[in-house]
């Protein structure tokens, strides 16, 4: 029988979701940008292959939470504590609400995954699999 999981999960995993398609539209916009060649192409190239990386690996971190994975809590408390820098210094330099919604997101995130039923729910390590199939 499945273990039902807290709504902070559910939560934090669709939040991290939508980082994930976020980062992917960035890269298709970085993409698209670099074939017009309106970038030097080394730096658009770099920031493209950033992009679809950090989704890659949001991605497979939200799932590995959806499966109740510790090792998925790092890589996504990572990303929420750079985007919280990275939009707090936005905000500072004058982009206002936007900038505003990043450290909104990623302290949201952010405490969701560290809630103490999220952090139960999702505690289990690769040696559980195998305890279980002894």
Known sequence: MPRSRP???VVACGLVLLEVLV???AGVAGTATLLRGSQVPAVAAFL???ALGAALLLG???RGLWSGRRWGRGPVLTAQVLLV???ASLWGSGAGPRAGLGVLLGVAVGAAVLAPPVVAATSRTGQDDVDERD
């Open 85 to 87: 820098v990275v939009s």
């Open 60 to 62: 497979a971190a939200a």
């Open 7 to 9: 709504a902070l999960l």
């Open 48 to 50: 493209v292959a950033l």
């Open 23 to 25: 980062l992917v539209a």
